[in-house]
C-alpha cells in the first residue's frame, strides 16, 4: 500500500462547478500535510498547507481528519485556470520525509 | 521572489555517460530534497539532506546515484553511468520542516 494515495481522476467538471478531492495516508504520525498544485511540465507549486482545524484560502478549502487518516480539497466556483494536478503531501512522522501522492488531474471545461 | 535553481535545464546524453545537476537552495533553508518524476511512477523521493546531512537516500539506486551537499548553496545529484530508465524529470526543492517546501523547475533528462 502506498503511503499517500490519491485517486488519480482526471475529474472533468463544467465551470463554475464544486469539486472536491480527498487522499489518505497511512503513517499516524505523520504531523503536516499540504496541496500542491502542478501544471502540465512545470515544478509543483505550494497551494495550501493543511491544518486539523481546516483552513480556507479564497474558493480553496483544506481539511484534515487525524482519526482516518485523510486530508480533503475542496474547490468552490471551478476557473478554467484551476486545470492542473493536485497533489496531496505528507510529512512523514518525524523522519520529515516529504511523500507525495500520485496526484488528481482536474479538467475545468467551458 | 526567492526561489530554487537547478542546472542544465534539459540535458541529453548517451547511455552510460555521467550526469552531474545541480541545485541552488533558497538562502536559509535548513532542507533539501531530490525528487524525480515520470509518468508512471509519479514524484518519487531520492534524498534529502537537512542542515547539509544526509538523512535518508533509500529511495536512490545506490550503486549508480549519489547526492551531495558541498556547502550551503549547492547540491548535486551525480548519475554514472546513466541509463535509458533514468531517462525523467528530477527536482530540488528546499525549505523547513513542517513548512511548505518550494521546488525548482527541474532538470529534464533524457539518456538515449
Known amino acids: 500500500r502506498k503511503e499517500v494515495e490519491q485517486d488519480p481522476g482526471p475529474f472533468n467538471v463544467p465551470e463554475g462547478a464544486t469539486v472536491a478531492f480527498n487522499c489518505t495516508y497511512s503513517n499516524s504520525a505523520s504531523q503536516s500535510f499540504f496541496w500542491y498544485r502542478q501544471d502540465c511540465r512545470k515544478e509543483p507549486k505550494l497551494l495550501m498547507s493543511?491544518?486539523?482545524s481546516g483552513n480556507e484560502d479564497g474558493r480553496f478549502t483544506a481539511q484534515l481528519n487525524r482519526a482516518s487518516q485523510y486530508i480533503s480539497l475542496l474547490i468552490r466556483d471551478s476557473k478554467l485556470s484551476d486545470s492542473a494536478t493536485y497533489l496531496c503531501?505528507?510529512?512523514?512522522?518525524?523522519?520529515?520525509?516529504?511523500?507525495f501522492g500520485q496526484g488528481t488531474t482536474l479538467q475545468v471545461k467551458p | 521572489d526567492a526561489r530554487v535553481t537547478q542546472t542544465p535545464r534539459d540535458k541529453v546524453t548517451e547511455m552510460g555517460q555521467e550526469v552531474t545537476m545541480r541545485c541552488q537552495p533558497i538562502l536559509g533553508h535548513n532542507t533539501v530534497f531530490w525528487y524525480r518524476q515520470t509518468m508512471m511512477q509519479g514524484l518519487e523521493l531520492l534524498a534529502y539532506f537537512r542542515n547539509r546531512a544526509p538523512l535518508d537516500d533509500s529511495g536512490m539506486p545506490k550503486d549508480r546515484f549519489s547526492a551531495e551537499m558541498p556547502d550551503a548553496t549547492l547540491a548535486t545529484l551525480k548519475i554514472q553511468p546513466s541509463e535509458p530508465r533514468d531517462s525523467a524529470v528530477y527536482f530540488c526543492?528546499?525549505?523547513?520542516?513542517?513548512?511548505?517546501?518550494?521546488f525548482g523547475s527541474g532538470t529534464r533528462l533524457t539518456v538515449v
Open positions: 503531501v505528507v510529512n512523514s512522522g518525524n523522519t520529515g520525509k516529504l511523500i
Open positions: 493543511v491544518y486539523s
Open positions: 526543492a528546499s525549505g523547513f520542516q513542517g513548512w511548505g517546501y518550494t
